[in-house]
């Protein structure tokens, strides 16, 4: 009995002076998703690497490993963790995302941006006016890798005449942040659509981060049966939550080269990137439009929207309702397929 007495004794006191357990340490999982939310997207890498090689199979590592790295531009390595997260996990939409994301600072574009489209679009107008209707079809192709060529056939109807215009260009980047733009159409008999037009564009990235910022100058001559117009166009973009919205403000400057002064005019547009070919978007915008050949004073509001369908097929859908200083007031919908490639 004595001996069991002391044994009681020697292990309470064990029990007493022996360290409580430590408490648990969050993984390295947490402290990267903190410390990337910070700003802090190094210590991030730091942290989930060696994670991520002892737990390859932890798809929301890789996935915040990948956004950490492209925080970093280390865009090769940012999308080696994207396309491991897809093969483990194909819908994954977060990762989908990051190479979409890869693929707009890089400025080529990727698989699924190469793509031909249809689409068409029908408008009611006021007055009991015969309504408009359009069917177009075009093509994004990339020539190499850091030049993208674009096609366009349209087929316009306005109050019973028609016009078919045709429509080339190209995008170049000359830089890590520069691109440039340029791009020309014809009009073979042309009614109201111009007989011809030419274009020239910049585009500028200020800050090559998670959220970056463009601005840009577009300037095009167009000529029309009626009259020569030129048109200036400055715009920004900036991008917030790691690129999946952005906010678009555009100036809009045009002038009938014959004579007058310029009319002023901007819109504003908001996207959301839900994912790869997945995207929403709303605007409004008042100011000069040329549509009709002439230069009158319009006033809109838009939404549109871009769904994967099935495979690498994506549906796009848009509407607006326009009012016009001519008293034609509109409502537009508009239509179309996007094969990607």
């Known amino acids: 009995m004595k001996a069991a007495l002391i044994a009681g004794a020697v292990l309470a006191g064990w029990l007493t002076v022996s360290p ?10 947490e402290e990267a998703v903190a410390a990337r939310q910070a700003g802090e997207p190094g210590r991030a890498v730091e942290l989930l690497e060696p994670w991520v090689a002892a737990n390859p199979q932890d798809v929301d590592a890789r996935l915040q490993l990948g956004y950490a790295l492209l925080a970093l531009e280390d865009f090769d390595a940012a999308e080696a963790e994207f396309r491991s997260v897809l093969s483990v996990a194909p819908d994954y939409a977060d990762a989908a995302q990051g190479l979409a994301l890869i693929a707009q600072r890089r400025g080529a574009p990727s698989p699924r941006q190469r793509h031909v489209y249809v689409e068409g679009a029908i408008s009611d107008l006021s007055q009991d006016r015969e309504g408009w209707s359009e069917v177009a079809a075009g093509a994004l192709l990339p020539l190499s890798a850091n030049v993208t060529s674009n096609l366009r056939a349209a087929y316009h109807r306005r109050f019973g005449v028609e016009d078919i215009e045709l429509a080339g260009g190209a995008t170049v980047q000359v830089s890590a942040n520069s691109w440039l733009r340029m791009s020309g159409s014809a009009t073979p008999s042309a009614d109201f659509r111009p007989e011809w037009s030419i274009a020239a564009g910049v585009e500028h990235r200020l800050r090559a981060t998670a959220n970056p910022t463009l601005v840009g100058l577009d300037a095009s001559f167009q000529r029309f049966p009626v009259q020569d117009v030129l048109l200036l166009s400055p715009m920004v973009t900036q991008y917030f939550a790691e690129g999946r919205f952005s ?32 995207r929403f978007f709303l605007g409004a915008a008042t100011g000069p439009d040329t549509d009709l050949g002439v230069v009158t004073e319009t006033t809109s509001l838009f939404a549109g929207t871009e769904f994967p369908l099935a495979g690498s097929v994506s549906l796009t ?25």
């Open 20 to 29: 409580a357990p430590a408490a648990a340490q969050p993984r390295p999982y």
């Open 247 to 278: 906010l678009t403000a555009r100036g809009n400057a045009v002038r009938v080269v014959a004579g007058g002064s310029f009319r002023f005019g901007g819109s504003l547009r908001a996207d959301y990137f839900a994912g790869e070919r997945a």
């Open 317 to 341: 859908a848009s509407a607006a309702r326009e009012w016009r200083d001519d008293g034609l007031d509109r409502n537009e919908g508009r239509l179309g397929l996007k094969f990607g490639f």
